[in-house]
Nanobody, 124 residues
Framework: QVQLVESGGGLVQPGGSLRLSCAASGSVFRVNTMGWYRQAPGKRRELVAR???????NYADSVTGRFTISRENAKNTVYLQMNSLKPEDTAVYYCNADMTIVQAMGDMTRVVYWGQGTQVTVSS
C-alpha cells in the first residue's frame, strides 16, 4: 500500500519559519515530480512549489524568494522550507507526488497521490 505522510505544520508568528516534510512509502518504484499545494478557507487549492526528478523547480509568485522546495530521492521525501511567513500563507498544505508504483501482480503503473494535509497558521 502506497501512502504520503506529511509532517511539520503548526502555528508560527509572522516573519517566522517552518519546514514541511512529506515521505512516500510502500511499493514505490520511482517518484517523479513532487510538489506542495495549499488551500486556504474559501479558496481553491493552489500550487506552491514543484520539483521534478531532474530539472528546474518552479514556485508560485507569492512565495518566490521565501520558500524553498527540495527532495531527498534516497528517502522518497520532499521538503518545503518556508521563511518570512506571512498571515496570508495560512492554509492547509498538501503534498503531491507523481509516482510509478508496483502493483500486486508485479506490473507497474503511474499514479498521483495526495498527502492528508497539514495545517500552517501564521498569526501573532
Amino acid at each position: 500500500q502506497v501512502q504520503l505522510v506529511e509532517s511539520g505544520g503548526g502555528l508560527v508568528q509572522p516573519g517566522g519559519s517552518l519546514r514541511l516534510s512529506c515521505a512516500a512509502s510502500g511499493s514505490v518504484f520511482r517518484v517523479n515530480t513532487m510538489g506542495w499545494y495549499r488551500q486556504a478557507p474559501g479558496k481553491r487549492r493552489e500550487l506552491v512549489a514543484r520539483i521534478p526528478s531532474a530539472g528546474i523547480t518552479n514556485y508560485a509568485d507569492s512565495v518566490t524568494g521565501r520558500f524553498t522546495i527540495s527532495r531527498e530521492n534516497a528517502k522518497n521525501t520532499v521538503y518545503l522550507q518556508m521563511n518570512s511567513l506571512k498571515p496570508e500563507d495560512t492554509a492547509v498544505y498538501y503534498c503531491n507526488a507523481d509516482m510509478t508504483i508496483v502493483q500486486a501482480m508485479g506490473d507497474m503503473t503511474r499514479v498521483v497521490y495526495w498527502g492528508q494535509g497539514t495545517q500552517v497558521t501564521v498569526s501573532s
